[in-house]
Nanobody
Framework: QVQVVESGGGLVQPGGSLRLSCAAS????????LNWYRQAPGKQRELVAF???????NFADSVKGRFTISRDNAKNTGYLQMNNLKAEDTAVYYC?????WGQGTQVTVSS
């Protein structure tokens, strides 16, 4: 069975940066796109960014220009680099690959 585990969340100040990691076990990592979702308290889960298996990327308007998504297939790991963080970025961030979800990692942006 595939396991997906996020890490790298934490408390950061507005304007700061954070890099989230998504490690996936199994043999599927390089075959599927990688998605990052987030869910803030009281809000719907939203797609933040995705990267396809051949490297095409896209971002939600709210994070465009600030976030970067990447993947290292040799390490079965994906990344979400978050720069110029804002309070509204506070949420639990989830990695999603095919039908598999991570447990989420909390990102809190606060002074």
């Amino acid at each position: 069975q595939v396991q997906v585990v996020e890490s790298g969340g934490g408390l950061v100040q507005p304007g700061g940066s954070l890099r989230l990691s998504c490690a996936a076990s199994g043999s599927i990592f390089s075959m599927y796109g990688l998605n990052w979702y987030r869910q803030a308290p009281g809000k719907q889960r939203e797609l933040v960014a995705f990267i396809t298996n051949d490297g095409s990327t896209n971002f939600a308007d709210s994070v465009k220009g600030r976030f970067t998504i990447s993947r290292d297939n040799a390490k079965n790991t994906g990344y979400l680099q978050m720069n110029n963080l804002k309070a509204e970025d506070t949420a639990v961030y989830y990695c999603h690959i095919w039908r598999f979800w991570g447990q989420g990692t909390q990102v809190t942006v606060s002074s």
